[in-house]
Nanobody, 118 residues
Framework: QVQLVESGGGLVQAGGSLRLSCEVS????????MGWYRQAPGNQRELVAS????????NYAASVKGRFTISRDDAKKMVYLQMNGLKPEDTAVYYC???????????WGQGTQVTVSL
């Protein structure tokens, strides 16, 4: 059973920073690609960042590239999203997820709310 627990969201002014955390259990974490998704009201869930097993390769949506950094700690089975230079359009519920094989798993935690005000 894959379990994902996100934390670290909050309310921040535009230009501010937050670091999101995701605690992962139920998988061999070191073998899994991890990612962060977000879903804004009225929008579909979108993948904003991913990091391969081993932590050597990362990928970002164009909208967050240069501002967000994904990282992982295999010893702690944690994945993080450092968000800098936050914009109001970053407001969303953020979720972490696991890619096993070629497919992102349809398993979701409760998410963590990020709200960016002007």
């Amino acid at each position: 059973q894959v379990q994902l627990v996100e934390s670290g969201g909050g309310l921040v002014q535009a230009g501010g920073s937050l670091r999101l955390s995701c605690e992962v259990s139920g998988i061999i974490f070191s073998l899994a690609t991890m990612g962060w998704y977000r879903q804004a009201p009225g929008n579909q869930r979108e993948l904003v960042a991913s990091i391969l097993s081993g932590g050597g390769r990362t990928n970002y949506a164009a909208s967050v590239k240069g501002r967000f950094t994904i990282s992982r700690d295999d010893a702690k089975k944690m994945v993080y999203l450092q968000m800098n230079g936050l914009k109001p359009e970053d407001t969303a519920v953020y979720y972490c997820n696991v890619k096993w094989g070629s497919t992102w798993r349809d398993v979701w935690g409760q998410g963590t709310q990020v709200t960016v005000s002007l």
